[in-house]
């Protein structure tokens, strides 16, 4: 079985400074980890993901994500936060054994203030 | 390009009538996805076809449940005797080729209220 936990409902952050959203995962095989982000009525956009090789991964918005398997974490990260970052950021894991379904996290809202 | 389409965006219907959702995937992609997202929760998975079949359909709720992929390309999801609980957004994806390393594209999605 697969898993993913976002254990913060919301982060919070002023313009301009980093952020970090947090992601754990459980899987049986090696996992590939994806982050979305999901604007208000709006279908999940992807950001990016986690197959292998390089622990950071870079994606788009100037967004990254450090793969740590020693913690089974996913973290999303952007050194520089913007007010048009405030969004839905969920994670997601699929088994390397899986090749249909995403699991998801129940997400965490990003809120960035002025 | 044209991404992945979802028809109707929003539905309401009352409990006990049938509905069905259509999606269009991005072109080219063999791989569709249904997930379904009710308030406050992330996407749980519902079916997946590998062009015009369904390879896992482990996540469809029950029987009043049912979808089709006819052609490999657009695909509906059929429910029947809806119930107050099927109120959620069902939400589409494709991709590539529906290997585990592919990047899935969700679609807008349908928001079903059932009164």
């Known amino acids: 079985a697969q898993s993913v936990a976002q254990p913060e409902d919301q982060v919070n952050v002023a313009e301009g400074n980093p952020l970090t959203v947090k992601c754990t995962y459980s899987?049986?095989?090696?996992?590939?980890l994806f982050w979305y982000v999901q604007y208000p009525n709006r279908g999940l956009q992807f950001l990016l993901k986690?197959?292998?090789?390089?622990?950071l991964v870079k994606g788009s918005y100037g967004f990254e994500a450090e793969f740590n398997k020693s913690q089974t974490s996913f973290h999303l990260k952007k050194p520089s936060a913007l007010v048009s970052d405030s969004a839905l950021y969920f994670c997601?894991?699929?088994?390397?054994?899986?090749?249909?379904?995403?699991?998801f996290g129940t997400g965490t809202r990003l809120q960035v203030t002025l | 390009g044209a991404g992945v389409s979802q028809t109707p965006s929003n539905k309401v219907t009352e409990k006990g009538k049938y509905v069905e959702l259509r999606c269009d995937p991005i072109s080219g992609h063999t791989a569709l996805y249904w997930y379904r997202q009710s308030l406050g929760q992330g996407p749980e998975f519902l079916i997946y076809?590998?062009?015009?079949?369904?390879?896992?359909d482990s996540g469809l709720p029950n029987d009043r449940f049912f979808a089709v992929r006819p052609e490999g390309s657009v695909s509906t999801l059929k429910i029947q005797r809806t119930e107050r609980g099927d109120s959620a957004v069902y939400l589409c994806?494709?991709?590539?080729?529906?290997?585990?390393?592919?990047?899935?594209?969700f679609g807008p999605g349908t928001r079903l209220t059932v009164l």
């Open positions: 997601a894991v699929r088994d390397t054994g899986t090749a249909s379904k995403l699991t």
């Open positions: 076809f590998q062009g015009t079949g369904a390879a896992d």
């Open positions: 994806a494709s991709s590539l080729q529906g290997i585990s390393t592919d990047t899935q594209y």
């Open positions: 899987v049986s095989g090696n996992p590939y």
């Open positions: 986690y197959i292998t090789g390089d622990n």
